[in-house]
């Protein structure tokens, strides 16, 4: 079976403390440069990538927002999700909830804090759902998560899902390390994001 694509997510898997290595960037250039495409998929929100990664062309296609938006670094954006209701960050910033980030279609903040989001979520009446990435806890629409996103990404480039690497370390990345050809759980990956793998690494992503 002939590969494709590789897709990765970000956090943990390709960037240690938000930063991505020179080490790494070489080896994602010479995928690349080998005739893979390559495609993010992120939790974070734009402005969040933005501030800790300066190389967004070195991916054919960025998706943000746990599933919710896709990018082209061309400037092109696909929002894939409805937008997160503005009654709920006010009711979270009335409860003090902290830290808060807030996208078009997400908000994260602290997996302590998943309590009294949910508290808000009920008293709201909303359809939203809670996804736990590590020590983070993401407000979604439903059926919102990477898989999404990612198969948004492989039709966009025109690649089936079985031509699919994905690379991932937490229990967000499950849904699109399921539904590609090969999922990879990187070494230092949470014990959901494990099971879930088809593979798993000997060693970190950053570590390349």
């Known amino acids: 079976m002939r590969y494709r694509l590789l897709a990765t997510d970000y956090d943990n898997t390709i960037a240690l403390h938000g930063v991505v290595g020179p080490r790494v960037r070489d080896a994602l250039w010479r995928v690349r440069e080998a005739g893979c495409l390559l495609v993010l998929v992120t939790g974070r929100t734009a402005n969040e990538l933005h501030a800790a990664f300066d190389e967004p ?10 599933g919710a938006v896709l990018w082209n670094p061309s400037g092109e954006e696909q929002e894939l999700a409805p937008p997160m209701p503005g009654g709920l960050v006010a009711e979270l910033r009335r409860r003090e909830v902290t830290p808060l980030e ?6 994260s903040t602290a997996e ?16 939203l759902r809670l996804a736990y990435n590590r020590d983070s806890v993401m407000v979604l629409p439903p059926a919102v998560d990477k898989s999404l996103g990612l198969r948004a990404a492989a039709d966009e480039l025109g690649v089936a899902l079985s031509e699919i690497v994905a690379m991932g370390d937490g229990e967000n990345d499950c849904p699109m390390l399921r539904i590609a050809g090969v999922g990879v759980a990187v070494e230092n990956a949470v014990p959901e994001c494990k099971a879930c793998a088809g593979r798993s690494s000997t060693r970190p992503a950053q570590a390349l």
């Open 57 to 66: 062309e070195l991916f054919h296609l960025i998706v943000l927002e746990n």
């Open 102 to 107: 807030v996208g078009r279609s997400i908000i």
């Open 112 to 127: 302590p804090n998943a309590e009294q989001v949910l508290g808000a979520i009920d008293r709201l009446g909303l359809d």
